[in-house]
């Protein structure tokens, strides 16, 4: 499901013009070096050099400094940082602030430290051509410094992302419980970012069990804290005598008062007796999983409410259903039904549907899982998926012959 993004708050402006006014002597010595010793490298021209680069050097960073934080946000107000590029307009606007900046230090230059700077139309011409190397030379540094702190943060960045997609990983299971007459196995393939969909399997009583999954809305961090929030709920309720609809009615109440935004997630909740065999469930505008039976009947689990988050004063029904010997049941999330290849065809219902029923009925809950996914993956034909993917699948197996 896709929502939310996560952002770094920008850089403070008045932060940023400490950092010019540090930094703008030391690049000064570079260029008072440099046209010092090409007008005499005497201690006259590079005193005369570095005062004339000192003021081209602030004044240039100064009109720069005002576009990139009050000037270009207004004109270009969908980027999502100041000064960050936006094409060949902004690249035009911050030239024209450079030479701005260029003409303003000639004349302080021409009126105050270095009378007649600008006297003669040669000396003009050649002030100009040197305005327009500050220009390009300024230019240039700046957007190598831009780069290289982008790299710095998009290195940063995805190193962050890289942990919290493993702290997520060691939330869902990868070892399952060994039941005597059940099997279960899931997956979860996030997409790029840190994934908003879980599945879980709680022991909920002596003989009792609660299977979970849940897809939040939208991508990234915002996301994953919200999935482990479900999961943390659900396992802190699990030994509670309370029905599935219960429990999903006091997590939608945690949903809807704990997240500052509004935020929302598809949860199928069930519980099954191992005794009985009967499931209850209770379905939060989850895909519907589907119950697979030997002949070739498919029940979908529909009966439940609305996403959890939205409405405070939400009720969840429950309903039941017996599983039987050679039973499969699949639940997934919405990145499997919705999962598009080059021709933006998505694989849906129906291929999911044909896929488990044309798999052996011998096949373990595991191989069940894996041949979905492989499913999924040919119908991408070498695409990334665009959404993250979980599969949960649980097989009833043949009661064991009393010895």
């Given amino acids: 499901m896709?929502?939310?993004f996560f952002m770094k708050p920008a850089q403070s402006p008045w932060s940023d013009l400490l950092r010019i006014l540090l930094s703008v002597p030391l690049w000064a010595v570079m260029f008072a070096l440099f046209?010092?010793?090409?007008?005499?490298?005497?201690?006259?021209?590079y005193v005369g050099s570095y005062v004339?680069?000192?003021?081209?050097?602030l004044c240039i960073n100064l009109c720069i400094w005002t576009v990139k934080w009050?000037?270009?946000?207004?004109?270009?107000?969908?980027?999502?940082?100041?000064?960050?590029?936006?094409?060949?307009?902004?690249?035009?606007?911050?030239?024209?602030?450079?030479?701005?900046?260029?003409?303003?230090?000639?004349?302080?230059?021409?009126?105050?430290?270095?009378?007649?700077?600008?006297?003669s139309p040669r000396q003009l011409v050649v002030v100009m051509m040197f305005a327009l190397l500050f220009v390009v030379l300024f230019g240039a540094v700046t957007y190598a410094m831009s780069f290289y702190r982008d790299s710095i943060e998009r290195a940063k960045s995805e190193?962050?992302?890289?942990?919290?997609?493993?702290?997520?990983?060691?939330?869902?299971?990868?070892?399952?419980?060994?039941?005597?007459?059940?099997?279960?196995?899931?997956?979860?393939?996030?997409?790029?970012?840190?994934?908003?969909?879980?599945?879980?399997?709680?022991?909920?009583?002596?003989?009792?069990?609660?299977?979970a999954i849940a897809d939040v809305a939208g991508k990234g961090v915002p996301a994953a804290l919200l999935s482990s929030m479900l999961q943390a709920s659900l396992r802190t309720q699990a030994m509670t005598s309370s029905g599935v609809g219960d429990v999903l009615s006091s997590i939608n109440t945690l949903v809807y008062?704990?997240?500052?935004?509004?935020?929302?997630?598809?949860?199928?909740?069930?519980?099954?007796?191992?005794?009985?065999?009967?499931?209850?469930?209770?379905?939060?505008?989850?895909?519907?999983?589907?119950?697979?039976?030997?002949?070739?009947?498919?029940?979908?689990?529909?009966?439940?409410?609305?996403?959890v988050g939205i409405l405070e004063s939400a009720r969840f029904e429950e309903d039941s259903i017996e599983l039987r010997p050679g039973d499969r049941v699949v639940l997934y999330t919405d990145g499997i039904s919705e999962?598009?290849?080059?021709?933006?065809?998505?694989?849906?219902?129906?291929?999911?549907y044909a896929c488990v029923e044309q798999m052996p009925e011998h096949?373990?809950?595991?191989?069940?899982?894996?041949?979905?996914?492989?499913?999924?993956?040919?119908?991408?034909?070498?695409?990334?998926?665009?959404d993250d993917m979980t599969v949960m699948v649980l097989r009833v197996t043949e009661p064991t012959p009393a010895s």
């Fill in 2 to 4: 896709r929502r939310m």
């Fill in 35 to 45: 046209f010092g010793t090409l007008f005499g490298a005497n201690r006259g021209a």
């Fill in 52 to 57: 004339a680069s000192l003021m081209f050097a």
């Fill in 70 to 119: 009050f000037v270009s946000p207004r004109l270009f107000p969908v980027s999502d940082r100041p000064g960050r590029g936006i094409g060949w307009q902004h690249g035009l606007l911050f030239g024209g602030a450079s030479m701005l900046g260029s003409i303003a230090a000639a004349v302080i230059l021409h009126f105050t430290f270095i009378p007649g700077f600008l006297g």
């Fill in 159 to 211: 190193q962050e992302l890289d942990l919290a997609r493993r702290i997520q990983r060691s939330f869902l299971l990868s070892q399952f419980p060994a039941l005597p007459r059940l099997e279960v196995y899931a997956v979860n393939v996030s997409s790029k970012q840190v994934s908003g969909d879980f599945y879980d399997v709680v022991v909920a009583g002596e003989d009792s069990y609660l299977l």
């Fill in 257 to 307: 008062r704990s997240t500052a935004v509004q935020q929302f997630a598809t949860f199928f909740l069930a519980r099954i007796e191992e005794r009985t065999m009967r499931m209850a469930f209770s379905n939060a505008g989850h895909n519907y999983p589907v119950v697979f039976r030997r002949g070739g009947e498919r029940v979908l689990l529909e009966r439940g409410g609305t996403v």
């Fill in 339 to 352: 999962a598009a290849n080059a021709a933006n065809d998505l694989f849906g219902e129906e291929r999911l």
């Fill in 363 to 386: 096949l373990s809950a595991r191989e069940i899982t894996e041949g979905i996914l492989a499913a999924v993956r040919g119908h991408l034909a070498g695409l990334e998926a665009g």
